[in-house]
């Protein structure tokens, strides 16, 4: 079964830096590419930021370009993003889900983990 | 304001046939496919169509999907109880370069 399974949120302070990471199981992670998404609390979904199977190609929302930074690691089937300078904006669930193919601007988010929720807040 | 508009909400009772747009531009869907996500109450979003028209294995037929230009719509036909979620339409973006989403549309049966 394939799954996707996102740890690191929690309550920080804005200004604050957090690390999330996104498990994934079930299929070969190193063939596809992935995305971030998060939902502020009662509003839509947002695209994050999205890399290539291999991390040659990474993409950020602007919102978030220059604070969040993604990566992942093929031999531990982990996804990563790290977030600095954290604003009360950012709150929101963070979810991870999988690309349909290598390149990130193909394909489709199948399947979505169920998310982390990232609190910013003094 | 989101890249791509929905409609904030749509009804209808059980049985009927509703759709839901998706408008855009030449950047995002005039040039790329469109996915469509149905998000249950409390739940992850789950893929319900893909490549404009596809519905993964497990998603009933009574979904449809289809695009015209800059705009697509999702049909739901034989409305059920359980198809009160949020649908989000999505498409990659080439001016962007990133994914965009519409705003959700909430789906209420009455």
């Known amino acids: 079964e394939v799954q996707l399974v996102e740890s690191g949120g929690g309550l920080v302070k804005p200004g604050g830096s957090l690390r999330l990471s996104c498990a994934a199981s079930g299929f070969t992670f190193s063939s596809y590419s992935m995305n971030w998404v998060r939902q502020a609390p009662g509003k839509g979904l947002e695209w994050v930021s999205s890399?290539?199977?291999?991390?040659?190609?990474?993409y950020y929302a602007d919102s978030v370009k220059g604070r969040f930074t993604v990566s992942r690691d093929n031999a531990k089937n982990s996804l990563y993003l790290q977030m600095n300078s954290l604003r009360a904006e950012d709150t929101a669930v963070y979810s991870c889900?999988?690309?349909?193919?290598?390149?990130?601007?193909?394909?489709?988010?199948?399947?979505w983990g169920q998310g982390t929720l990232v609190t910013v807040s003094s | 304001q989101s890249v791509l508009t929905q409609p904030p909400s749509a009804s209808g009772t059980p049985g009927q046939r509703v759709t839901i747009s998706c408008s855009g531009s030449?950047?995002?869907?005039?040039?790329?496919?469109i996915n469509w996500y149905q998000q249950l109450p409390g739940t992850a979003p789950k893929l319900l169509i893909y490549?404009?028209?596809q519905r993964p294995s497990g998603v009933p037929d009574r979904f449809s999907g289809s695009k015209s230009g800059t705009s697509a719509s999702l049909a739901i036909s034989g409305l059920q109880s359980e198809d009160e979620a949020d649908y989000y339409c999505?498409?990659?973006?080439?001016?962007?370069?990133?994914?965009?989403f519409g705003g959700g549309t909430k789906l209420t049966v009455l």
């Open positions: 490549s404009d028209n």
């Open positions: 999505a498409a990659w973006d080439d001016s962007l370069n990133g994914w965009v």
């Open positions: 889900a999988r690309g349909g193919g290598s390149y990130p601007g193909t394909g489709r988010f199948d399947p």
């Open positions: 890399i290539s199977s291999s991390s040659s190609y990474i």
């Open positions: 030449s950047s995002n869907i005039g040039s790329n496919t």
